[in-house]
């Protein structure tokens, strides 16, 4: 869930893809969210994107402004080609009169078509804009403003163009900003515009740059694949189609599979999405091997890639607990994305998501994590597929050193026709395809992606709202199946992992996402779940011992003062909301629910300690590292 107009957006997209939507789908518009519908077109399509006006570029029409800047050159100061992590200056000479409104766009490939694409209009509708549409044909990686060099507008640094007499008669100004730039294996071209966002001109272009090694292994990331603690699953992206290597654990090896996806595997409706169209940008290839024969709870070290193309860095890593074993410490959080660490604007900004990244890095490094679960929306590229490589790249630190574990949700999901439960264009087309191929999670088939794993004292069952949850769905069967199979003296502790939530004080969501109660929420009393955790809002907040929006049982008080829920009279499962990973933040009601104990509105991540008897939780502040709510249940 990305605004706090979440009802708003929602609707007025639906109205948009009122004509496309099939009978077969179980969200349909009702008068009540006609009501909401808004005709701005531009604010509409601003709460759609959410922070910035970057994202509205391709909205506009695009002018030639080359003209009035006869001097002008963009140029790219870096080595003779790109380094795969580095910050590269781009340098706009030959400025004629600087403005506030001028900005950069990075664009790849650099063939990308940067004129108007007005005959496109109607490609553009489904975000929900009627405005004259669009501004470029290719969507750029990300843009910045020139302003953000403090020099620029005073014009401090002034270069003569023209003499007469002796004397300077036209003059020029210039200005430099950093870009943050990593390989997405394809060349990059920086692009000037003047007169802003709203209102571009396009003045000039610098020559392309390309990466050094397009071909380089890159952003492994490790998963568990069994229960048993003793294999581990590396997947990492090349631009190279060769099967590659995993070289581990002091001299075993084994070789890669290789899977791609491609403009034709995204989803569309009759108007083309941004992965099918505009945000298309090539993923190269991913690569995964399994990495067997290693012991549980133990430390490893591993590199990458082949003597062709490269080799990653040697890499320590730790395997989890094995299952049934008594003690296990893991993260979850939901909805990150990505920060950028430069002053650009892109079509998704998560300004929470790298100090998240940042500080349980740090708990990885002192040795305090077995395994991290991020319970859907990952990377919000959202059809604007560049994007997930900068994600990866972020959690890199992490995901390469720990058993990295994933969810589904509404931004790598949902899309219209497409099977999903929510028929909102929340993937921009994506339809789960690029989220399954960069995270193979233990599923059983392509597109169902729910599954479970055991670590330590823990039986995870991680489940899609996405996918349809309903009584007689094959899902369903699978939950029931599931954790009724859960062997309790083996495995104490039973906790239930989805992206869409149960419960939760914000206002504003579909009515459609209280049937998901209906329908599964009498699950989890049946199998004893302990803890449920869920994300899509963004905020955290805890509950009671909560069964159909009534407390079974409250917290009760320890020596310490800890709020500690006695699971030895097991009345319903404690929830939590941990949709706090990143993403803009989400204000709660006045109207705090009885069954509602702790709110919290800030960026952080949830943080267990599970043995058998006990299992702790913390919530964790990302930007201070302090505990901000803290309980505990007992067996």
């Not at 601003?46 to 009035?68: G, K, M, V, Y």
């Not at 003059?171 to 515009?193: A, K, L, P, W």
Request: one cysteine or more.
């Amino acid at each position: 869930m990305e605004s706090r107009n979440w009802v708003l957006k929602h609707a007025s997209i639906l109205l948009v893809f009122f004509l496309s939507l099939s009978s077969s789908t179980s969200e349909t518009l009702t008068p009540s969210h006609l009501d909401f519908v808004v005709t701005n077109t531009t604010v509409l399509h601003s709460n759609f994107t959410a922070l910035s006006e970057f994202r509205l570029i391709n909205r506009r029409i695009l002018s030639d402004c080359s003209a009035s800047n006869p001097f002008l050159k963009v140029n790219v100061i870096s080595n003779s080609s790109l380094s795969d992590d580095e910050f590269v200056t781009v340098t706009v000479t030959g400025v004629s009169n600087p403005s506030d409104a001028d900005w950069v766009a990075m664009i790849s490939p650099s063939n990308s078509d940067v004129k108007s694409c007005v005959l496109n209009e109607v490609f553009y509708l489904q975000t929900g804009d009627t405005a004259k549409l669009p501004l470029l044909c290719h969507y750029p990686v990300k843009a910045q403003y020139m302003k953000n060099d403090p020099s620029y507008l005073g014009c401090k640094n002034k270069e003569c163009k023209k003499y007469e007499n002796g004397k300077c008669v036209i003059s020029t100004c210039s200005g430099s900003i950093q870009f943050h730039v990593i390989n997405i294996r394809s060349d990059i071209e920086f692009v000037f515009f003047s007169d802003g966002f709203l209102k571009p001109c396009l003045v000039g272009r610098s020559t392309p740059v390309s990466f050094a090694n397009p071909k380089q292994p890159l952003y492994g990331h490790l998963s568990s694949t069994y229960s048993t603690g003793t294999s581990m699953r590396l997947t990492w992206v090349s631009g190279d189609k060769e099967p590659q290597q995993i070289q581990y654990a002091n001299g075993k090896a084994v070789t890669s599979t290789v899977s791609t996806f491609s403009q034709a595997d995204m989803c569309s409706s009759a108007l083309p999405s941004p992965a099918k169209d505009f945000g298309w940008h090539d993923p190269g290839y991913i690569h995964s091997a399994l990495m067997t024969g290693l012991k549980p709870s133990s430390a490893f070290s591993y590199k990458y890639g082949s003597d062709s193309v490269g080799w990653s860095k040697q890499i320590q890593f730790s395997t989890p607990p094995a299952g049934g074993s008594d003690e296990l410490r893991f993260i979850a959080f939901g909805d990150m994305g990505k920060t950028p660490l430069d002053a650009s604007k892109e079509h998704y900004i998560q300004p929470g998501a790298l100090s998240v990244i940042k500080a349980i890095a740090a708990d990885v490094n002192s040795n305090k994590v077995n395994s991290v679960f991020h319970i859907g929306d990952i990377s919000y590229a959202t059809g604007f597929l560049a994007e997930w490589d900068f994600f990866l790249n972020l959690i890199n630190p992490v995901a390469s050193r720990l058993s990295y574990m994933t969810a589904i949700g509404n931004h790598e999901r949902d899309y219209v026709d497409s099977g999903s439960v929510y028929v909102t264009p929340d993937s921009g087309g994506e339809c789960g395809v690029p989220y399954e191929t960069y995270f193979p999670m233990p599923t059983s088939a392509k597109d169902k992606p729910w599954y479970s794993i055991e670590q330590g004292s823990v039986h995870f069952t991680v489940i899609s709202t996405e996918h349809d949850w309903s009584k007689n769905s094959e899902q369903y069967a699978w939950m029931q199946k599931d954790m009724a199979s859960v062997n309790r003296q083996k495995t104490p502790w039973l906790i239930f992992l989805g992206h869409r939530q149960m419960y939760t004080s914000h206002h504003g969501l579909l009515a459609s996402e209280n049937k998901f109660n209906e329908a599964v929420e009498a699950l989890l009393i049946q199998n004893k779940v302990d803890l449920a955790l869920f994300g899509h809002v963004h905020n955290y907040e805890r509950t009671c011992s909560v069964f159909q929006h009534k407390c079974k049982a409250m917290p009760t008080k320890d020596k310490n003062g800890l709020d500690t829920y006695d699971g030895r009279n097991y009345s319903a499962p404690v929830q939590v909301v941990i949709g706090m990973g990143g993403f803009t933040l989400d204000n709660f009601s006045n109207n705090v629910e009885s069954w509602s104990l702790k709110r919290i509105v800030e960026f952080g991540y949830l943080r267990a300690h599970a043995t058998r008897k006990n299992l702790s939780v913390e919530f964790v502040v990302s930007s201070t590292k302090e505990v901000k709510d803290s309980f505990q249940i007992t067996k």
